[in-house]
């Protein structure tokens, strides 16, 4: 690790726009920072002032709709455009939000969008094409009017922009799928128009869209384009998970929409991958590698002057410094880090990276709430979208807290209590603190998982927790510690069920299974298609087991909570890839030397095993609470010893009732 990030600390220019570093943020839209009548709501300028705060050079706003004549007003709301008086109450929240940027030295650029096409019922398309998710709804198609009266309202958004006081514009987007998207891609643009045929005929509403903001706002007003380099898709509904069989955009014609881009007058090209039929390439789970972007960038800076801006799955900070350097990209867009830790910047310029709150592309906070039309968050920083009102105060009086377990909510409690200024005893009964995030972070696709629990373990340091291992908490040593208020974060345990051969050698709890990787052997049946069994089944068939899954319901993932689609996609397109046999509506009923016995649709058979993975649910550990009423101090149960759920749950349930106490 270096200590001084000088490449990413040093300025750079979108145009005339100079950026005081190489952080810019990925457009993430949260849902909740543009109110109805089109202004910033007042928790959107604390949202976009948190991250300036924490260092952030060029602020990015997520997709703002333009269109408010042709396309149905879909899941990212009505258009700021809509009416003078919206575009009024958009100035005027601007000039506020802009005021408090500026003294950050931050700059901030609106992203504009052109429409969702295919990606949200309601709107329309470049040809008729099936909606995302289904085969026989198909969406309308743009007239030739209509794609022009799309492309001034899209002009005459970056002039409101303008006049609002930015200083430029990123254009949603040639990614994801999205209109502009379908537009330049011969899967999805089958038009005979203008705006249709070749590639330049493809990429016409984009261009147009270009020289009418540059013709109507002037060249020193910047444009920077949002663009996936490399789609990975096979078809409608089809992604591809190792890149062959590109049906929508290849890394060739990428870089090719990169010289008509350049050639167009666009500022600067903010790059990534993917689309909703590849959601997995678009908004990268954990299991997509950590810096992956960094080839298919380099070969778009290879062919363009103007900055490219590489995002997705960045933030390894030093290999991000190293193609900064060599002029492999020119800056880093992050996204959901930044809803992770918006002090990430400030972080690295100080010298200090390790102290970022690592975001372990879950998207169980960010994208999942999103889809499920609430306010998207982040997993492991509840604050997020709520950055001041929801924001830890200094206690009134200084209390002695006990935390009781130093699994995530233990750690988050005591770290949250702690800062307050409360004194604060966390009791762990192993000689190792993180629970579940031990066991949780031993796939080989789980760094960010041990980084976060190692972020905990210097957050308990720096703020002072008494931290005492190896100690069983009783009701008689809780009193003794004579707290104000002791907090139960005790846990849970994996499910074993009472079936014959459960006690076999061959059978391995997954806990133990991801623990004791030397005990796994070469066949595995995993009894559980959750997201746990999934996960340990993935790891395996990674590093080269053969895997059969075993699932009690008619598919798998789909017990437990809710596993964002990104996630749940890859995991079903990988096991495809390996050719993982899944066996759903079937029940595991012993364990025998020869493997499991399971019973499906089929009927009874014995898969061959030399290792039975267990993986069939969590239930809460036996909690103190009753043993502790009366005794004179508040009790809080959180976490799993509440209710069993995920890092995103535990971490909430924690802070809430941590910043309170
Ligand atoms: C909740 C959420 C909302 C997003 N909204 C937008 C958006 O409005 N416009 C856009 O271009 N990308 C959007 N993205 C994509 C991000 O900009 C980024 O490409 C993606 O999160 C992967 O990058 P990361 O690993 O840095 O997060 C969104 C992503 C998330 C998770
Ligand atoms: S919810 Fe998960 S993926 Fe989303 S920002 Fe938070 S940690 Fe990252």
Redesign the pocket.
């Known amino acids: 690790m270096q200590d001084n990030y000088e490449a990413l600390n040093s300025p750079f220019s979108i145009g005339k726009v100079q950026v005081k570093n190489r952080f810019v943020m990925?457009?993430?839209?949260t849902g909740a920072y543009l109110a109805p009548d089109g202004s910033f709501s007042k928790e959107g300028i604390e949202y976009f002032v948190r991250r300036a705060q924490g260092g952030m050079g060029l602020v990015q706003t997520?997709?703002l709709m333009t269109d408010y004549k042709i396309d149905e007003p879909g899941a990212l709301g009505p258009s700021f455009m809509a009416t003078p008086a919206s575009r009024h109450a958009f100035a005027v929240s601007s000039a506020a939000l802009l005021a408090r940027l500026e003294a950050y030295g931050a700059k901030m650029f609106i992203?504009i969008s052109a429409g969702l096409g295919r990606n949200s019922v309601g709107s329309y398309g470049p040809s008729a094409n099936p909606y995302f998710g289904t085969t026989d709804k198909m969406n309308p198609v743009l007239t030739t009017e209509d794609v022009r009266e799309k492309i001034k309202m899209m002009v005459d958004a970056a002039r409101v922009v303008q006049q609002a006081g930015y200083p430029g514009v990123e254009l949603?987007?040639i990614?994801?799928g999205y209109l502009l998207d379908q537009m330049a891609s011969s899967l999805t643009n089958r038009r005979t128009d203008e705006y249709g045929g070749d590639l330049r005929g493809r990429m016409r509403m984009c261009t147009q869209i270009v020289q009418g903001i540059k013709e109507s706002c002037g060249d020193d007003f910047a444009v920077s384009v949002?663009l996936g380099l490399k789609a990975y898709v096979r078809g409608f509904n089809q992604g591809s998970i190792d890149g062959e069989g590109e049906a929508y955009r290849t890394l060739e014609e990428g870089v090719q929409i990169c010289r008509i881009l350049e050639e167009a007058g666009v500022d600067a090209l903010d790059v990534?991958t993917g689309t909703y039929d590849s959601f997995y390439y678009a908004?990268?789970p954990t299991y997509v590698r950590r810096g992956y972007m960094e080839e298919l960038a380099r070969a778009a800076k290879e062919a363009v002057d103007i900055p490219v801006i590489c995002?997705?799955?960045?933030g390894d900070v030093d290999a991000d410094e190293r193609c900064i350097e060599e002029g492999a990209f020119d800056a880093i867009?992050?996204?959901?880090?930044m809803l992770a830790d918006p002090d990430l910047p400030k972080k690295i310029a100080i010298g200090r990276p390790d102290k970022i709150r690592p975001c372990i592309a879950c998207?169980q906070g960010?994208?999942l709430r999103?889809f499920q039309g609430l306010p998207?968050g982040c997993a492991v920083n509840p604050l997020v979208g709520r950055d001041k009102d929801y924001a830890p105060t200094p206690a009134l009086a200084r209390k002695s807290v006990v935390v009781v377990g130093g699994g995530v909510a233990g750690m988050e409690a005591a770290r949250t209590c702690a800062m307050r200024g409360h004194r604060v005893t966390l009791l762990e009964k192993s000689d190792d603190l993180g629970g579940h995030l031990i066991s949780g972070g031993a796939h080989d696709f789980k760094g960010e998982v041990r980084e976060l629990n190692l972020w905990y373990q210097g957050e308990l340091e720096d703020w002072g927790v008494d931290v005492r291992m190896g100690v069983e908490a009783t009701p008689e040593l809780v009193d003794g510690l004579a707290p104000d208020a002791v907090i139960l974060a005790n846990g849970s345990s994996a499910v074993m069920p009472p079936i014959p051969g459960i006690d076999h050698p061959k059978t391995l709890g997954c806990i133990d299974a991801l623990l004791h990787e030397e005990r796994v052997g070469q066949r595995v049946v995993v009894v559980g298609g959750g997201l746990v069994g999934c996960e340990i089944s993935l790891d395996l068939v990674n590093k080269g087991h053969d895997v059969t899954i075993v699932e009690a319901l008619p598919s798998i993932l789909s017990s437990g909570p809710a596993v964002p689609l990104p996630n749940a996609m890859y995991l079903r397109d990988a096991f495809a890839h390996h050719g993982t046999p899944i066996l759903t509506s079937t029940r595991i009923s012993s364990v025998t030397d020869a493997g499991a016995v399971v019973q499906g649709p089929d009927g009874v058979r014995t898969l061959p095993a030399d290792t039975v993975v267990i993986a069939v649910g969590f239930r809460p550990n036996p909690s103190l609470a009753p043993s502790l009423r009366g005794h004179g101090y508040e009790v809080f149960e959180i976490g799993d010893e509440r209710q069993v759920g995920n890092i995103l749950t535990a971490i909430w349930d924690a802070y809430e009732v941590a910043h309170t106490i």
């Open positions: 990925a457009p993430t839209t997520g997709a992203q949603h987007a990614h994801w949002r990534d908004c990268p995002g997705s799955r960045m867009a992050i996204g959901r880090p998207n960010c994208l999103l998207s």
